[in-house]
């Protein structure tokens, strides 16, 4: 009896049966023809991430600081005063080079005016050659300091003009070290500003830029903020593999060579202004999509 009744019932199940395998053979056909069609028209990489200009702010002068009105992570706009030193040793050094330039320029009138009156003793023989020419040469000493004393006072009003350190770009601070009252040095790194342009650079094999051309539309995902992508292009190809301008570059003379598919930087454009409700930062995670046809 129980054979009858498992063969009564075989065939319902079959028909049952019959619908899901052909909806499960259509979705995995339409899942094959998808990943060809994407395989064919498109280039993708999860090996790429934001890139930018990272400026390192230092001083040029050496001073204590006076005031930092910045501070960690703020927005900055180009020119916006990051650190100020004090000014008052400088601004001493402008009175001092200004008090010099106008002695200086007193010699040079004074020079001036004894090479005038030797000249025309000269022309009545009532001094020696000698003498005329000594004058000439103070003379030009003399101009000679007025030039050496406007320099100085050039150079101590440019000093005076390095104790406002500004941004040089528009960005954010970040890694800001510097703290109120310390004595810095020329060189010395205070912070650094990372600017607002922003660009992916994306490490595809080496096999993938035979399709790869500079112009390409392309579709940019980060990581940070999932279902969201910006738009964007190929803008240029790196000439040269990263491997080759790594800090140790690999010798393949070496003898034991294995061959392994290289990978090249793309640099690759946002098309549109990314919203601030998306901020971006060096060295985050991107999905580039690039349509090669």
């Given at each position: 009896?129980?054979?009858?009744?498992?063969?009564?019932?075989l065939?319902?199940?079959?028909?049952?049966t019959?619908?899901?395998?052909?909806?499960?053979g259509?979705?995995?056909?339409?899942?094959f023809?998808?990943?060809?069609?994407?395989?064919?028209?498109?280039v993708?990489?999860?090996?790429?991430?934001?890139?930018?200009?990272?400026?390192?702010?230092?001083?040029?002068?050496s001073?204590?600081?006076?005031?930092?009105?910045?501070?960690?992570?703020?927005?900055?706009?180009?020119?916006?005063?990051?650190v100020?030193?004090?000014?008052?040793d400088?601004?001493?050094?402008?009175?001092?080079?200004?008090?010099e330039?106008?002695?200086?320029?007193?010699?040079?009138?004074?020079?001036?005016?004894?090479?005038?009156?030797?000249?025309?003793?000269?022309?009545?023989?009532?001094?020696?050659?000698?003498?005329m020419?000594?004058?000439?040469?103070?003379?030009?000493?003399?101009?000679?300091?007025?030039?050496?004393?406007?320099?100085?006072?050039?150079?101590s009003?440019?000093?005076?003009?390095?104790?406002?350190?500004?941004?040089?770009?528009?960005?954010?601070?970040?890694r800001?070290?510097?703290?109120?009252?310390?004595?810095?040095?020329?060189?010395?790194?205070?912070?650094?500003?990372?600017?607002?342009?922003?660009?992916?650079?994306?490490?595809?094999?080496e096999?993938?830029?035979?399709?790869?051309?500079?112009?390409?539309?392309?579709?940019?995902?980060i990581?940070?903020?999932?279902?969201?992508?910006?738009?964007?292009?190929?803008?240029?190809?790196?000439?040269?593999?990263?491997?080759?301008?790594?800090?140790?570059?690999?010798?393949n003379?070496?003898?034991?060579?294995v061959?392994?598919?290289?990978?090249?930087?793309v640099?690759?454009?946002?098309?549109?202004?990314?919203?601030?409700?998306?901020?971006?930062?060096?060295?985050?995670?991107?999905?580039?999509?690039?349509?090669?046809?």
């Open positions: 009896m129980e054979k009858v009744e498992k063969a009564k019932k065939p319902g199940a079959q028909l049952l019959l619908p899901v395998f052909i909806a499960a259509l979705a995995a056909g339409l899942i023809a998808w990943v060809i069609f994407k395989n064919v028209c498109y993708a990489t999860d090996d790429a991430f934001i890139d930018g200009n990272v400026l390192m702010v230092s001083p040029k002068v001073a204590h600081v006076l005031n930092i009105p910045v501070e960690d992570n703020q927005a900055v706009a180009a020119g916006a005063v990051l100020e030193l004090d000014p008052r400088f601004e001493i050094r402008g009175r001092m080079a200004a008090a330039l106008e002695g200086a320029k007193a010699e040079e009138e004074q020079a001036r005016q004894d090479s005038d009156r030797y000249a025309k003793l000269s022309e009545a023989d009532e001094i020696s050659k000698q003498q020419d000594r004058a000439l040469l103070r003379a030009r000493i003399a101009a000679a300091k007025v030039a050496e004393a406007e320099a100085a006072l050039q150079k009003a440019l000093d005076l003009s390095y104790t406002r350190i500004a941004s040089p770009v528009a960005g954010h601070v970040a800001k070290s510097v703290t109120l009252g310390a004595f810095v040095q020329p060189g010395q790194s205070l912070m650094a500003v990372v600017s607002d342009k922003k660009w992916v650079v994306a490490n595809f094999k096999t993938d830029l035979t399709r790869l051309r500079p112009g390409q539309k392309a579709a940019l995902t990581d940070a903020y999932p279902g969201h992508s910006w738009a964007g292009h190929v803008d240029s190809v790196q000439r040269g593999t990263g491997a080759r301008f790594s800090l140790f570059p690999p010798e003379a070496a003898g034991n060579y061959k392994v598919v290289q990978r090249v930087p640099k690759i454009v946002f098309d549109e202004t990314v919203d601030d409700r998306y901020p971006l930062s060096v060295g985050m995670s991107v999905v580039p999509e690039v349509k090669v046809r």
